[in-house]
């Protein structure tokens, strides 16, 4: 397991979400419990990007409820299709929201968080989580940043097809 990640501040995303991509490989590799890994993919993105927020909701039963994450306190459960997670969840699809404000029906965890991407983890065609990722800045993501993402969610795919 790697435990430092190397990387250029200066890089644009994209390139740095190329360079994080197989660090994240390294970092989760011979390790069996999703719990862990998934704590170690938060503090990742975090530590690389500076994200407000970056955190982890599984789907068990009918809601939401938090998993590993990096930040401040956040809701604990949130339901089918409420808020950005939940419409990720619903829609299957990763929801990028620029003004959370502006977002019909947004949950404010907290109010200092002001522009949002939620990613679905799809396992055999079906959403078994989501990853939240907030930022304290409106208009704060980009195509690189949706795109990488969606990769690392590919990634969490596939450690929860492998891992308990």
């Not at 740095?16 to 989760?28: I, K, M, N, S, T």
């Not at 419990?33 to 909701?57: D, E, I, K, M």
């Not at 299957?92 to 620029?98: G, I, K, R």
């Not at 404010?108 to 304290?136: H, K, Q, Y």
Request: charged share 20%; glycine share 6%.
């Amino acid at each position: 397991m790697a435990e430092t990640l190397t990387f250029n501040p200066s890089d644009d995303r994209r390139t740095r979400y190329a360079e994080l991509l197989p660090q994240l490989r390294g970092l989760v590799q011979g390790e069996p419990n999703r719990v862990a890994n998934l704590a170690n993919l938060a503090a990742a993105l975090r530590q690389s990007f500076g994200f407000f927020w970056v955190g982890f909701y599984s789907v068990q039963d009918d809601q939401l409820v938090l998993g590993p994450f990096q930040g401040d306190i956040a809701c604990t459960r949130i339901d089918y299709g409420q808020g950005v997670c939940g419409a990720a969840w619903a829609e299957a699809t990763s929801q990028w929201v620029p003004d959370v404000d502006a977002f019909p029906g947004h949950i404010a965890c907290s109010s200092l968080a002001r522009s949002e991407v939620v990613v679905p983890v799809m396992v055999d065609d079906e959403v078994v989580a989501v990853l939240d990722v907030d930022s304290d800045q409106l208009d704060a993501f980009t195509e690189a940043d949706i795109e990488g993402l969606q990769s690392v969610a590919q990634l969490c795919a596939e450690i929860w097809s492998a891992t308990t």
